[in-house]
């Protein structure tokens, strides 16, 4: 649904973006991770036709975004940092003014229009001009205005920024909700914990390139190593008689736990915990010890900040 090939921009002679290569699938999500000034944004204006690579090639929905600016720009839903909300409208004269722009019936637009009020809690509003909106209402209006023509590609920009944490939830369920109909989804979002929950794939941008792409788990067997499991006894338990399967090694040894390092976990734990339980092992927990997207950021861009940093890629 959204391809890229050495997506690059500049700017006079700065390399906004450079050299972005992303292949995003139907009912994925995808999260843009980095700086202020990563070029998320630039990147995220090339896919909808809004700019013009300086060098590359990007598809979105089947459509080129060099020659098929228009139905490039008829099949996203975008949500921008900056809404461009018409303050002086209502909330349903701004919908129904979206939905005359995307071509939508009469009954399509007042149907619309009315769910996503509905569904987003700005129904009592709806006649409200939008200046006096707080800011997480207008965020959440920006939102019903991208999904007002229910386009199969939506990017958004920090889409729970300024809200409430009920209203937030509602937001990444309508995401999730989306990704299960099939559309594709790129988010960029400085909320890690957020990105953990929804994204498919992320991609980490520093200074124009991407640094990482791929999985949680795989940046996280990328940048962190091997998984790690800890045991933990209802009492002291040395360890002694018991064997460690292939690809496990002891790594820390407590009186009341032990941690493991597992390279095949899938394989090698059913094993480890049939050899604890055949050496008599007083075991209450077996689980694996928490990494988060959040360790995985940090470090990637702790490395590329230093003197010798190089880009790694991986997935």
Known sequence: MIETRDLSKQFNDFWAVDGVTISVQPGQILTLLGQNGAGKTTTVRMLTA?????????????????????????????????HGLYMRMTGIEYLDFFGRIYRLSAKARESRSDYLLNYFGLSQAASR????????????????????????????????????????????DEIARLRSSQRTIVICTHNLAEAEI?????????????????????????????AEYEAKFSSAWRGNGFNLPNGVTLIERRDMSLRFSVENPSEANPLLLHSLTDSRAPLVAFQEVPRSLEQVYLKVMADAQAPSAEAVHAG
């Open 129 to 172: 001009r939008i200046g006096e909106y707080s800011k997480g209402m207008r965020q959440k209006l920006a939102l019903a205005r991208a999904l007002m023509h229910e386009p199969p590609v939506l990017l958004l920009d920090e889409p729970t920024s300024a809200m409430d944490p009920e209203s937030a939830r509602l937001v990444r």
């Open 50 to 82: 809004l700019l013009k690579p300086t060098r590359g090639w990007a598809r979105v929905a089947g459509y080129d975004v060099m020659s098929q600016g228009d139905r490039v720009r008829a099949s996203v839903g975008v949500l921008t940092e900056q």
């Open 198 to 226: 929804l994204a498919d794939k992320i991609a980490i941008i520093y200074r124009g390139r991407i640094l990482m792409v791929g999985t949680l788990n795989e940046l996280k067997q990328k940048v962190l190593g091997t």
